[in-house]
């Protein structure tokens, strides 16, 4: 006797499990659709996620046997405080002379005879980067993908220009942007603009690659989507902001992208 109505509500579960199935596949469908045609259109990337700067160690220690890490902890440390102190203070010198006075700095520290020679080769190894491993292939795959792809560097326009040569990554890049032609240096918010009035995109649609932490929190500030190339594995910054996605080689910045 309640057999009809007990089959009614069975083909009523049937239909709704049919129904939740369909939705399921094609909520699934989209998804995948999103991951393969990501909101993000363009990449900017700060130098040192692209170019290698453990070369530079390297030189140190030819240069200053036993004492070349020292040195370079050291003269990276006031190389970036000196361009912070610079925006703070309005005195504005470019990368180079900032690189170069750092690098004064820390040999007087460290009571090293930083000869003109001496000098001379390690301020050539900025010049001389080569990229991480995967870096090469990684951008032709994120270029063929679709994606535009720009520097956003304090480096200066012939440090850049310098570096690329030496990686045999021309043809990749669109014309690079250096914060020397504002007179600025990041974490400054005017930097980060100049990407979106580079790309003509909105901030939604830039991913910013950074290599320091500091520089992940200032373009995610800024308003950017941010991956931090994290190569050493260093904890976050504590300022209150994390960056969208690290790791530590380039294929997790491609499979973050398009995966």
């Given at each position: 006797m309640n057999q009809p109505a007990m089959t009614g509500t069975r083909r009523a579960l049937l239909a709704l499990a049919a129904s939740t199935a369909v939705t399921s596949v094609f909520s699934s469908a989209a998804m995948a659709a999103d991951k393969t045609q990501p909101a993000i259109k363009a990449v900017a990337f700060d130098a040192f996620p692209i170019f290698d700067p453990r070369s530079i160690s390297l030189r140190a220690e030819e240069v200053f046997p036993g004492r070349g890490g020292a040195l370079v902890d050291v003269w990276r440390t006031r190389q970036f405080e000196y361009t912070w102190l610079r925006i703070a203070s309005q005195r504005y010198a470019d990368f180079w002379h900032v690189t170069e006075d750092a690098l004064a700095f820390a040999a007087k520290l460290l009571k090293l005879d930083l000869t003109s020679e001496k000098r001379s080769r390690l301020m050539g190894s900025y010049l001389e980067m080569k990229p991480w491993p995967g870096v090469a292939e990684g951008l032709k795959t994120l270029r063929d993908a679709g994606l535009r792809l720009r520097f956003l560097s304090n480096l200066t326009p012939q440090m850049l220009a310098a570096c690329v040569k030496a990686s045999a990554l021309e043809g990749l890049f669109e014309d690079p942007l250096s914060t020397d032609t504002i007179r600025t240096y990041k974490p400054d918010p005017r930097a980060y603009a100049m990407a979106v009035d580079a790309f003509g995109l909105p901030v939604e649609n830039i991913l910013f690659v950074a290599f320091g932490g500091w520089d992940a929190i200032g373009a995610k500030t800024f308003g950017f989507k941010t991956f931090w190339f994290n190569p050493a594995s260093?904890?976050?910054?504590?300022?209150?902001?994390?960056?969208?996605?690290?790791g530590p080689s380039f294929t997790d910045l491609v499979r973050f992208l398009l995966v």
């Open positions: 260093q904890p976050t910054e504590e300022l209150g902001v994390t960056p969208d996605a690290m």
